[in-house]
């Protein structure tokens, strides 16, 4: 496997033989494929990044690290979760080194510069995480594909769980960004159709964590429950505040699982017992695939995976299925994109399939932390599919 040193000193050889005027090779020169990896390796979501970057890196190290037949390179940047270095961030990766693959990002916001320059530039680009419902939406592309979920699919299926439990009248809160309000969109119209009623919203911006005054005002409220988006570190520090405020184990928290994905450790676990969540995976998923997955990922990285290494896993497993049907070929766009659609994905948490604008249908878990692990209870949605609404694809 390409060593993460290694990576590094390639791109920095590269940024300073562009910075020192040097040309740099030409693109079409390159008999490898150059792939360039946008993630957070930084910030509240670098655990989240590096899980990305280990799944993609482990399901072509499968493969011997050749796409299609041909030799791979890896081009990789920070985006430190900044939307607003988002599109240079982007360009860096396109124009400077040329990608044929821009794999990226975690964050909804930088992913939307992503998408600028993917619609710009024409760059095959694979959606490791990030939840954006736009990106496969009214902004849908041809050369734009997701490996994870729209942000509103895990909560979609979160409220039905709430009401069959009989918590009726819930707290929702979450970071303002665009995922934490796609998330919500999606929590209420589950929880509304179910028969919840919201009796408030509380938000505060990314990637803030000074939750106490929201945690008083919770309390005051008293409802039946709260369910939330959060993720990374925000989310581990979130659920320890929660405890900590008293409201553990008097008013059930819920949420999305990213809430509880891939932090369960023997600080956090004691303060998140009980918390349930609904997620397209859980290392718990009692499966030949996921075993096998989980260790081989564990034998490579010394650490187990989590949603995000899936995400990352399935990313590469997509790009694998494209680069096989053109020889590695990717000026054969109409082919490679068209494999890329008819994907089957043979993945830890199921086998899924592309929707028609590009993104996951897949099941969705219930999920109850016991211990150290989200234990999975349940399905609570069957192939759930995106709206894709406004997307003009197919
Ligand atoms: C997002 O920004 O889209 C996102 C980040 C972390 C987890 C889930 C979604």
Known sequence: MTSRRQVLTQSAALIGAASAGMVLPARAQSTKIRIGLMLPYTGTFAQLGIACDNGFRMALEEKGNKLGGKDIEYFKVDDESEPSKGVENANKLVQRDKVDVLVGTVHSGVQMGIHKVARETGVLNIIPNAGMHAATRALCAPNVFRTSFTNSQPTLALGNVMVQKGHKKAVWITWKYAAG???????????????????????LPFPNVEFQALLTEIASIKPDAVACFFSGGGASKFIRDYAAAGLAGKIPLYGSGFLTEGLLDDELAPSAQGIITTLHYSTSLATKRNDAFRLAYAKAFKMQPDVYAVQG????????????????DFSNKKTLYTAMENAVIDSPRGKWTMSKAHNPVQDMYVRVVKGKENVVQGVAAKALSDSGAGCKLA
């Open 181 to 203: 309000d796609e998330a919500g969109e999606g929590f209420k119209q589950g929880y509304l159709a179910a028969g919840g009623t919201i009796v408030k919203e509380l938000g």
């Open 313 to 328: 896993y399935d990313a590469g497993q997509l790009l694998i299925q494209g680069a096989a049907a053109v020889n590695g």
